[in-house]
């Protein structure tokens, strides 16, 4: 079973850039996170789908993060534009969902580590 | 609001000994999963270990255990025969599964440490 993908994995970028990240889920899997992993801090959930609606983007800096899941498997996370403070690892998760605890596990992607300078 | 507290950002043990890292929580809710998770140097995030709040018995998936507390809110995780290979930061998460309201909390992390 494949895992969960993300590109890029690095990327460095002024501020004021825009950026993009990609994410394909494990097949099958309902849900999607992405979460914002600052150094030293543990995972800040941004959004979280089900299927390709948004089920919570409180923490979404929304004047400039977007998140789209189209057709409810990939999902595209943008910054525009990126501030300094956005320097981060941006991890991508699925999970299954809809039964017992076993099916809220998430899994991980290998993440990507944005640089903002 | 929820939240997780994960008070020891760093703790160190022994190799073959045991070491037990600290999570506490808080929620009004009554049902609600938690879980450990380990994320080792410059590699994914695994789950280590769940609990289903539901549930007196405490998990326990090998080397390692949970004391869960519910009216405490305590979730601590007991790592028994650590070996070089557990060293790694630990992340306490809590999980609603009330209706409506779908929160995935991560605590801060604890880094832990495993000495030859």
């Known amino acids: 079973e494949a895992g969960v993908a993300q590109s890029p994995r690095y990327k460095i970028i002024e501020k004021r850039q825009s950026v993009a990240f990609w994410c394909n889920p494990i097949s099958g899997h309902a849900t999607l996170y992405w979460y914002q992993q600052i150094l030293g801090q543990g995972p800040k959930l941004l959004i979280q789908f089900q299927n390709n609606g948004v089920v919570d983007d409180s923490q979404l800096p929304k004047d400039r993060f977007s998140a789209e899941r189209l057709k409810g498997v990939d999902s595209t996370l943008k910054i525009q534009p990126a501030k300094l403070e956005d320097s981060a690892v941006y991890l991508c998760a699925s999970s299954l969902e809809g039964g017992g605890i076993s099916t809220y596990e998430q899994y991980f992607g290998p993440g990507t580590r944005l640089t903002v300078t | 609001a929820q939240t997780v507290t994960q008070s020891q950002p760093e703790m160190s043990v022994q190799e073959a000994e045991t070491v037990t890292l600290s999570c506490t929580y808080d929620?009004?809710?009554?049902?609600?999963?938690l879980f450990w998770y380990k994320q080792p140097p410059s590699r994914q995030m695994i789950l280590v270990i769940r609990?289903?709040?539901?549930?007196?018995q405490n998990a326990t998936e090998n080397r390692f255990s949970v004391n869960f507390q519910k009216a405490a809110k305590s979730f601590s995780l007991k790592i028994s025969d650590s070996q070089l290979g557990d060293a790694a930061m630990y992340f306490c998460?809590?999980?609603?599964?009330?209706?409506?309201?779908?929160?995935?909390?991560f605590g801060t992390g604890t880094r832990l440490k495993v000495l030859a």
């Open positions: 609990q289903e709040a539901y549930k007196q």
């Open positions: 929620t009004s809710e009554s049902d609600y999963y």
């Open positions: 998460a809590y999980r609603s599964v009330t209706s409506g309201t779908y929160k995935y909390i």
